[in-house]
């Protein structure tokens, strides 16, 4: 009996992964607004497909298609002779005047992320009213289908973006011979013109703006958009390149689109590019040669059968997307819903229905939508991920390092898509150097700093139109220790040495250094931040008026301590810089500690003030139980308890991305059932016209399932996949813990291809919320500590599983390469 179960649990984990079922969003309309269309990507091309039927719409985007240009020049040489009037005024506690010359310490607010334009394409169906219409997204083999029937023909478009090859593919196919018509056309927002290419393409060229002012930013005096430079630096070409091969009939092209009459199979090829050449470097005078590199990926597309296109894309996609497999068995007798179409599925979701099917899918989409929109170099995720369609998009569309560009990273490690990492990691080696101006020109200080915002061109300063931004954001440094946690955390799941030497450390030690001079002594002789916000949020102070710069708010001590205690971990793995380390040793010791307040709450300030909003989205003070690891239920108690009371107070409601953090707060303290309340409030259906911005209206999940910060943020779905592998591995602390949070609604399933900081690639399965087997792959031959719920044995090892006072913890060697087998007792 042993014996067999031995042999099944192998034979269960043998390849990599199981085939998750399900995995489609699937209409049965096409998309009536933007948050219905259907998103593919290849990380420099996102499109949005709606669906149409006669008259198609596909909204598309290039991912280094920015306004602007570099940053040059010292826009602010003032900034450093406020410091001291700043630190000042808030030891006299006169907040108010602090948030008047902290604003005279604000720079330039960063570009805009750009729409590229619309491929329109109209299909004459002579007014047959279409019947068996259906379109979905295949997120296992990233294949967008529209099909539907007029006049008795079946009609089909299959679309995907090729990451191996760069371009996006649309195959149109009929099922009766020569009944495909259609115009395809081009149109865009900026400054373009349309023409006849030599080869029979239609090439859009255009140019992007020089200057776009963020949506929320609109004074009176100015143009918000402007495309003249007098500099010769700012405003990248662009160009969209369209191109047709038909079987059957005739194409013809001229500058107002392609023109296709009577085929019966039609391949369109897209190409999009721009001359952004690196954030240093001026777009258009030493840009790309934006012209060419559309023209060869066209000419190496159309000189490739479809199948080989598709046989490309399809292997490089699943090389990633076929690692992760997680699967919660339906207790129900029958999950009818399963059988919806996804939007109707949502709505019943939200209304009660349990459809654990409809979290599982919500959880590989985050992974999905990662892989689209994280494949470029230097060229992070966005705000919107890849996809936006508005000239002046909400927030600029750009990197918002307060919290929503790394949260858009939280899943990369943890559900096996390291190398996805790369493009954030790689920015934040050019957001250093920039910083490192900022940290002179802005504060005289030695290392690099990074604020509330930055772009493509890797802006650092404390952005706000010098004196127009809120404090309470604008003026927040903290972005370079919060990145630099991702460097840290890149080398845990990885241990990948020749990386943290040559890349992670020293910028992690220039984010060190910035603080080490940023940090002053306060009456007690603890180190403290001033001035210092805790982002976005607002206090009470003891004059009873509404403060937001304060002294050592707990979240940037959070950040400096963990930032400090990497850089400590770091400097020991690799042996050096003994003299450093100590004194990173020295000054953390004498940080201002963690306070909890009269509610039982851990403090958000240094003082116990009241909060102007006791609801408010950010919950900024909890990085030290997510994504830090100075708090824990394990390690610290009384600490978590606090953090616990602080979410209560908080609320469970908020906007899409505060949920998505909630749900890895409670994970952290372990309440899968919290976690689960908030994931299910996550998911609950948010419909384009009915979005609500206060904390107790806001967020949710479109039809098209995009995450509703609102508007539209693609955080909250990088969030929510993150807090659900949360919920079943945590490893931030000494053992990997397995099934941590797991929630009563999740009470039979099996996960595989979870990674463990130290090396380590998980499978498990569960009963009855008992975990009843599963392995370990130890990548990199590390020893192994492994914490459950109760004692597991590990086959052909004798273990010792020791009670702790949070269930037992198991530790083995292990062979680097060796995959090991456990069960419980």
Same mark, same amino acid.
């Not at 034979?11 to 998309?31: C, E, I, R």
């Not at 619309?118 to 979905?136: E, F, I």
């Not at 139980?625 to 616990?644: K, N, V």
């Not at 059932?673 to 299910?680: C, F, G, I, S």
């Given at each position: 009996?042993?014996?067999?179960?031995?042999?099944?649990?192998?034979?269960?984990?043998?390849?990599?992964?199981?085939?998750?079922?399900?995995?489609?969003?699937?209409?049965?309309?096409?998309?009536?607004?933007?948050?219905?269309?259907?998103?593919?990507?290849?990380?420099?091309?996102?499109?949005?497909?709606?669906?149409?039927?006669?008259?198609?719409?596909?909204?598309?985007?290039?991912?280094?298609?920015?306004?602007?240009?570099?940053?040059? #020049?010292?826009?602010?040489?003032? /900034?450093?002779?406020?410091?001291?009037?700043?630190?000042?005024?808030?030891?006299?506690?006169?907040?108010?005047?602090?948030?008047?010359?902290?604003?005279?310490?604000?720079?330039?607010?960063?570009?805009?992320?750009?729409? +590229?334009?619309?491929?329109?394409?109209?299909?004459?169906?002579?007014?047959?009213?279409?019947?068996?219409?259906?379109?979905?997204?295949?997120?296992?083999?990233?294949?967008?289908?529209?099909?539907?029937?007029?006049?008795?023909?079946?009609?089909?478009?299959?679309?995907?973006?090729?990451?191996?090859?760069?371009?996006?593919?649309?195959?149109?196919?009929?099922?009766?011979?020569?009944?495909?018509?259609?115009?395809?056309?081009?149109?865009?927002?900026?400054?373009?013109?349309?023409?006849?290419?030599?080869?029979?393409?239609?090439?859009?060229?255009?140019?992007?703006?020089?200057?776009?002012?963020?949506?929320?930013?609109?004074?009176?005096? $100015?143009?918000?958009?402007?495309?003249?430079?007098?500099?010769?630096?700012?405003?990248?070409?662009?160009?969209?390149?369209?191109?047709?091969?038909?079987?059957?009939?005739?194409?013809?092209?001229?500058?107002?689109?392609?023109?296709?009459?009577?085929?019966?199979?039609?391949?369109?090829?897209?190409?999009?590019?721009?001359?952004?050449?690196?954030?240093?470097?001026?777009?258009?005078? !030493?840009?790309?040669?934006?012209?060419?590199?559309?023209?060869?990926?066209?000419?190496?597309?159309?000189?490739?059968?479809?199948?080989?296109?598709?046989?490309?894309?399809?292997?490089?996609?699943?090389?990633?997307?076929?690692?992760?497999?997680?699967?919660?068995?339906?207790?129900?007798?029958?999950?009818?819903?399963?059988?919806?179409?996804?939007?109707?599925?949502?709505?019943?979701?939200?209304?009660?229905?349990?459809?654990?099917?409809?979290?599982?899918?919500?959880?590989?989409?985050?992974?999905?939508?990662?892989?689209?929109?994280?494949?470029?170099?230097?060229?992070?995720?966005?705000?919107?991920?890849?996809?936006?369609?508005?000239?002046?998009?909400?927030?600029?569309?750009?990197?918002?390092?307060?919290?929503?560009?790394?949260?858009?990273?939280?899943?990369?490690?943890?559900?096996?898509?390291?190398?996805?990492?790369?493009?954030?990691?790689?920015?934040?080696?050019?957001?250093?150097?920039?910083?490192?101006?900022?940290?002179?020109?802005?504060?005289?200080?030695?290392?690099?700093?990074?604020?509330?915002?930055?772009?493509?061109?890797?802006?650092?300063?404390?952005?706000? !139109?010098?004196?127009?931004?809120?404090?309470?954001?604008?003026?927040?440094?903290?972005?370079?220790?919060?990145?630099?946690?991702?460097?840290?955390? @890149?080398?845990?799941?990885?241990?990948?040495?020749?990386?943290?030497?040559?890349?992670?450390?020293?910028?992690?030690?220039?984010?060190?250094?910035?603080?080490?001079?940023?940090?002053?002594?306060?009456?007690?002789?603890?180190?403290?931040?001033?001035?210092?916000?805790?982002?976005?949020?607002?206090?009470?102070?003891?004059?009873?008026?509404?403060?937001?710069? /304060?002294?050592?708010?707990?979240?940037?001590?959070?950040?400096?301590?963990?930032?400090?205690?990497?850089?400590?971990?770091?400097?020991?793995?690799?042996?050096?810089?003994?003299?450093?380390?100590?004194?990173?040793?020295?000054?953390?010791?004498?940080?201002?500690?963690?306070?909890?307040?009269?509610?039982?709450?851990?403090?958000?300030?240094?003082?116990?003030?009241?909060?102007?909003?006791?609801?408010?989205?950010?919950?900024?003070?909890?990085?030290? +139980? @997510?994504? #830090?690891?100075?708090?824990?239920?394990?390690?610290?108690?009384?600490?978590?308890?606090?953090?616990?009371?602080?979410?209560?107070?908080?609320?469970?409601?908020?906007?899409?991305?505060?949920?998505?953090?909630?749900?890895?707060?409670?994970?952290?303290?372990?309440? #899968?059932?919290?976690?689960?309340?908030?994931?299910?409030?996550?998911?609950?259906?948010?419909?384009?016209?009915?979005?609500?911005?206060?904390?107790?209206?806001?967020?949710?999940?479109?039809?098209?399932?995009?995450?509703?910060?609102?508007?539209?943020?693609?955080?909250?779905?990088?969030?929510?996949?993150? #807090?659900?592998?949360?919920?079943?591995?945590?490893?931030?602390?000494?053992?990997?813990?397995?099934?941590?949070?797991?929630?009563?609604?999740? $009470?039979?399933?099996?996960?595989?291809?979870?990674?463990?900081?130290?090396?380590?690639?998980?499978?498990?399965?569960?009963?009855?919320? $008992? +975990?009843?087997?599963?392995?370990?792959?130890?990548?990199?031959?590390?020893?192994?500590?492994?914490?459950?719920?109760?004692?597991?044995?590990?086959?052909?090892?004798?273990?010792?599983?020791?009670?702790?006072?949070?269930?037992?913890?198991?530790?083995?060697?292990?062979?680097?390469?060796?995959?090991?087998?456990?069960?419980?007792?």
């Amino acid at each position: 009996m042993k014996l067999n179960r031995w042999l099944c649990l192998s034979l269960f984990f043998s390849s990599p992964v199981w085939a998750q079922s399900n995995l489609k969003l699937w209409y049965t309309k096409p998309a009536a607004v933007w948050t219905e269309a259907l998103p593919v990507g290849n990380g420099r091309i996102g499109a949005m497909i709606f669906g149409k039927v006669e008259d198609e719409l596909i909204q598309l985007n290039e991912s280094t298609l920015w306004s602007g240009g570099p940053v040059s #020049g010292n826009v602010n040489p003032e /900034s450093p002779s406020y410091l001291p009037q700043v630190r000042e005024a808030l030891n006299r506690e006169d907040y108010k005047q602090a948030v008047t010359l902290v604003k005279k310490m604000q720079g330039l607010y960063t570009q805009s992320y750009m729409p +590229l334009g619309d491929l329109s394409l109209k299909q004459n169906l002579n007014g047959a009213t279409p019947t068996g219409y259906y379109r979905d997204l295949d997120i296992q083999k990233a294949l967008a289908t529209t099909r539907f029937t007029a006049n008795g023909v079946t009609y089909k478009r299959e679309m995907f973006t090729s990451a191996p090859d760069g371009v996006m593919v649309i195959r149109l196919t009929a099922s009766k011979p020569g009944q495909l018509s259609f115009d395809a056309s081009t149109s865009t927002q900026l400054r373009a013109q349309n023409k006849r290419g030599s080869n029979g393409d239609l090439v859009m060229k255009g140019k992007a703006p020089a200057q776009v002012d963020p949506n929320y930013y609109s004074p009176k005096d $100015r143009e918000h958009v402007i495309y003249e430079d007098a500099t010769g630096c700012k405003g990248m070409r662009f160009q969209l390149r369209l191109k047709a091969l038909n079987k059957g009939g005739t194409v013809q092209t001229d500058k107002e689109g392609i023109h296709v009459r009577n085929a019966s199979e039609v391949l369109l090829f897209v190409a999009a590019t721009t001359s952004f050449n690196g954030y240093d470097k001026c777009p258009d005078k !030493d840009g790309k040669d934006e012209n060419k590199l559309a023209e060869e990926l066209i000419r190496k597309a159309t000189a490739t059968s479809y199948q080989t296109l598709l046989n490309r894309h399809t292997a490089d996609y699943q090389g990633y997307f076929n690692r992760f497999s997680f699967q919660i068995n339906d207790t129900t007798s029958v999950n009818k819903n399963a059988a919806l179409p996804s939007d109707e599925r949502l709505e019943m979701y939200s209304k009660g229905v349990y459809d654990p099917g409809i979290e599982t899918l919500y959880c590989q989409y985050g992974r999905y939508l990662l892989i689209s929109s994280s494949r470029v170099t230097d060229v992070p995720a966005n705000l919107q991920g890849i996809w936006n369609k508005e000239l002046r998009a909400p927030w600029s569309s750009n990197y918002t390092i307060n919290i929503n560009t790394q949260m858009n990273y939280w899943p990369v490690e943890v559900t096996n898509l390291s190398e996805l990492h790369r493009p954030l990691l790689s920015f934040i080696g050019e957001l250093a150097k920039t910083g490192a101006v900022t940290a002179k020109e802005f504060y005289n200080m030695n290392g690099w700093v990074a604020h509330h915002n930055t772009d493509i061109w890797a802006i650092s300063n404390p952005v706000g !139109d010098k004196g127009q931004g809120d404090p309470k954001w604008a003026n927040w440094n903290q972005g370079a220790g919060w990145l630099s946690q991702h460097l840290w955390e @890149h080398y845990r799941f990885t241990g990948d040495k020749k990386f943290l030497r040559e890349s992670a450390y020293p910028i992690m030690k220039g984010a060190a250094q910035f603080y080490l001079d940023w940090l002053v002594a306060d009456k007690d002789g603890y180190l403290v931040v001033s001035p210092s916000v805790s982002p976005e949020n607002d206090f009470i102070d003891a004059k009873g008026q509404p403060a937001s710069i /304060s002294v050592a708010t707990t979240m940037d001590m959070s950040i400096m301590w963990d930032l400090f205690t990497n850089l400590i971990d770091a400097s020991t793995v690799l042996n050096i810089e003994p003299d450093f380390r100590k004194l990173l040793i020295e000054k953390k010791s004498k940080f201002y500690p963690l306070h909890i307040g009269h509610k039982g709450n851990l403090q958000e300030w240094s003082r116990d003030f009241e909060d102007v909003d006791p609801q408010h989205r950010h919950v900024s003070h909890l990085f030290g +139980l @997510h994504p #830090g690891r100075q708090i824990s239920p394990i390690s610290t108690p009384e600490f978590a308890a606090a953090a616990e009371k602080t979410l209560e107070l908080r609320g469970d409601a908020g906007t899409g991305w505060s949920r998505a953090w909630k749900v890895n707060f409670w994970a952290r303290l372990l309440d #899968g059932n919290h976690a689960y309340k908030l994931l299910r409030e996550l998911l609950r259906y948010t419909s384009q016209t009915n979005t609500n911005y206060s904390s107790q209206g806001g967020g949710g999940t479109y039809p098209n399932f995009f995450d509703a910060h609102p508007p539209f943020q693609i955080d909250g779905n990088f969030g929510g996949t993150a #807090g659900m592998a949360e919920m079943l591995v945590q490893s931030h602390l000494d053992a990997i813990h397995l099934l941590a949070a797991l929630p009563n609604a999740w $009470r039979d399933g099996r996960v595989s291809g979870l990674r463990a900081r130290g090396g380590f690639e998980l499978a498990m399965q569960w009963k009855n919320r $008992r +975990l009843t087997t599963a392995t370990v792959k130890s990548l990199d031959g590390e020893p192994c500590s492994l914490r459950t719920s109760e004692p597991i044995r590990i086959k052909g090892i004798k273990v010792e599983s020791k009670a702790t006072n949070l269930g037992y913890v198991t530790t083995f060697n292990t062979q680097k390469g060796a995959v090991y087998e456990l069960s419980g007792m």
